[in-house]
């Protein structure tokens, strides 16, 4: 393990010791799930408390589905349903607890799909972001099984770096990356991030 990971690796196993049950993802409650008093919930530590593992910071709250507030902003109202302490999706439904319900399937579907090494299954799962299940997927996936992820999660900018078209998915430019710049393991993994980033600093967020 290089020196300079050594955030990347602590606070990837902090989360895992945390959330690496699946039991706990299909059991785990809205206010687990989003909670602006609860610095373990779990959108917090996949935006905030894993940050050295590639960064989705700077994206809208919305990428998570459903989110708490923490600001009285209001929302468009032709895309979101706000009842002052939540927002979500309109096409989640008007009840707060039915929204959640469908947005923990898809979180479950994630997981266990990337727990299973059954990854083609990610890129079904809509209404959550593509950055968000793409970076929960890195966080779970077992990489001593061989590198299939990177913490890299915005498709259009990974495309323009490796100069693919962005109709590619984002499985296929992860593999066109790990076989062009020959990466082995997470440390490897973590060098071409850091290549990427210095690349596309200016243009690292976005919703693809």
């Given at each position: 393990?290089?020196?300079?990971?050594?955030?990347?690796?602590?606070?990837?196993?902090?989360?895992?010791?945390?959330?690496?049950?699946?039991?706990?993802?299909?059991?785990?409650?809205?206010?687990?799930?989003?909670?602006?008093?609860?610095?373990?919930?779990?959108?917090?530590?996949?935006?905030?408390?894993?940050?050295?593992?590639?960064?989705?910071?700077?994206?809208?709250?919305?990428?998570?589905?459903?989110?708490?507030?923490?600001?009285?902003?209001?929302?468009?109202?032709?895309?979101y349903?706000?009842?002052?302490?939540?927002?979500?999706?309109?096409?989640?439904?008007?009840?707060?607890?039915e929204?959640?319900?469908?947005?923990?399937?898809?979180?479950?579907?994630?997981?266990?799909?990337?727990?299973?090494?059954?990854?083609?299954?990610?890129?079904?799962?809509?209404?959550?972001?593509?950055?968000?299940?793409?970076?929960?997927?890195?966080?779970?996936?077992?990489?001593?099984?061989?590198?299939?992820?990177?913490?890299?999660?915005?498709?259009?900018i990974?495309?323009?770096?490796?100069?693919?078209?962005?109709?590619?998915?984002?499985?296929?430019?992860?593999?066109?990356?790990?076989?062009?710049?020959?990466?082995?393991?997470?440390?490897?993994?973590?060098?071409?991030?850091?290549?990427?980033?210095?690349?596309?600093?200016?243009?690292?967020?976005?919703?693809?």
């Open positions: 393990m290089y020196d300079k990971y050594r955030d990347a690796y602590a606070q990837r196993n902090a989360f895992l010791q945390i959330w690496g049950d699946i039991d706990k993802i299909k059991s785990m409650s809205l206010e687990d799930y989003t909670d602006i008093k609860n610095a373990n919930n779990f959108t917090y530590w996949i935006e905030t408390r894993t940050q050295a593992c590639g960064t989705i910071k700077g994206t809208w709250a919305t990428k998570a589905g459903i989110y708490g507030k923490a600001s009285d902003r209001k929302l468009s109202k032709r895309q349903f706000d009842d002052g302490k939540y927002a979500w999706y309109r096409s989640l439904g008007e009840d707060r607890a929204a959640f319900k469908i947005v923990r399937e898809k979180i479950t579907t994630v997981v266990e799909s990337t727990l299973n090494d059954k990854l083609e299954k990610i890129s079904e799962v809509t209404t959550i972001w593509p950055v968000f299940k793409w970076k929960i997927a890195f966080l779970y996936y077992n990489h001593n099984k061989g590198i299939k992820l990177l913490p890299i999660y915005t498709k259009r990974l495309a323009k770096f490796l100069n693919e078209p962005s109709s590619k998915s984002m499985l296929e430019l992860y593999k066109i990356a790990i076989e062009r710049y020959n990466i082995k393991d997470l440390d490897t993994a973590f060098d071409f991030c850091l290549l990427y980033t210095s690349d596309a600093a200016d243009d690292l967020i976005g919703v693809d």
